[in-house]
């Protein structure tokens, strides 16, 4: 399933190079180029996540009296999205500067290197995003059948 989903994702040009980059900036442009794509995925799936969080949230307060998942603080909420996406950007931009490494220290053996972290590195930041949804769901799901017993 894997193999399959990373031969589809390697195949759209997003993460494809049309051609092999001859200068420092030609590296760096190319990843820039796709720094607004990145984010738009990856904000899609925090949305997602959220989305999901939520209706946990209001059917675990609905059986079992506590909205599970659903943060007290809206405040923190915003904070915690705005830090996420920072760090997300750190993490993006650090792709670029391993590749400018891996070229430097492996010359034309690090030829596929952006290709491969870029990739990687999107896919592990969607998933990475969907974990606070995977684990909320799991923790509702255990307290509802939990609380379904004990009644």
Do not use: Q
Not at 25 to 45: H, K, M, Q
Request: a positive charge.
């Amino acid at each position: 399933m894997i193999g399959k989903t990373l031969g589809m994702l390697a195949s759209w040009t997003l993460f494809r190079r049309a051609r092999r980059p001859e200068r420092t900036w030609d590296v760096i442009a190319w990843w820039e180029s796709r720094r607004i794509p990145y984010n738009l995925i990856v904000g899609a799936s925090g949305i997602a996540s959220a989305i999901v969080m939520l209706m946990t949230g209001f059917v675990t307060e609905h059986i079992v009296g506590e909205a599970i998942g659903v943060p007290g603080s809206p405040f923190f909420a915003m904070v915690a999205v705005i830090v996420y996406g920072i760090m997300a950007n750190i993490c993006f931009t650090a792709g670029w500067i391993l590749e400018l490494l891996s070229r430097r220290i492996w010359g034309s053996r690090a030829e596929a290197f952006g290709e491969i972290a870029f990739t990687w590195g999107t896919l592990g930041s969607v998933l990475l995003t969907l974990v606070p949804a995977g684990l909320t769901v799991t923790v509702g799901a255990y307290r509802i059948l939990a609380s379904g017993w004990k009644n």
